[in-house]
């Protein structure tokens, strides 16, 4: 596809149907990149897809505190990207769309291979801004 800029670099002229996002849906698209841009979260996801788990579980495979990981499936659960399932007083959670959630982390890992892991550098998204600041951003 043959993707050409206007004057003002905002938007773009395909010459086929090779962009699926609308204006519209640029912040969702936005939304749900962030919901994936925190390394915990995306170590719960990753987990997750080798099927569901309760929180015990999760803290003691992952190694994270009980307390991040209950906030950060209460972002997931938000976003609708896991689901849970109650089994008496316990809460088992899963994945809602494993397939699409191994696409987009595959397109990740591709993208990241392509770019040499130049956002590691970034100063805005990069390692050092992380270990820094704390802020969130992704890794493979």
Do not use: W
């Amino acid at each position: 596809a043959m993707i050409t800029k206007t004057s003002d670099e905002r938007s773009c002229t395909c010459s086929d149907d090779c962009c699926n996002l609308t204006q519209a849906g640029l912040p969702a698209a936005a939304s749900l990149f962030r919901s994936l841009g925190d390394s915990s979260r995306l170590q719960i996801l990753q987990h997750l897809l080798l099927g569901e788990h309760k929180v015990a579980e999760l803290t003691d495979h992952l190694g994270l505190a009980q307390s991040t990981v209950s906030a950060h499936l209460q972002c997931l659960l938000g976003c609708e990207m896991v689901e849970a399932r109650t089994v008496g007083r316990s809460s088992f959670y899963r994945v809602t769309a494993n397939d699409e959630l191994r696409n987009i982390l595959s397109a990740a890992e591709r993208l990241l291979g392509k770019t040499g892991h130049a956002v590691e550098l970034c100063p805005t998204y990069g390692l050092f801004k992380e270990q820094t600041s704390g802020s969130d951003y992704f890794v493979s």
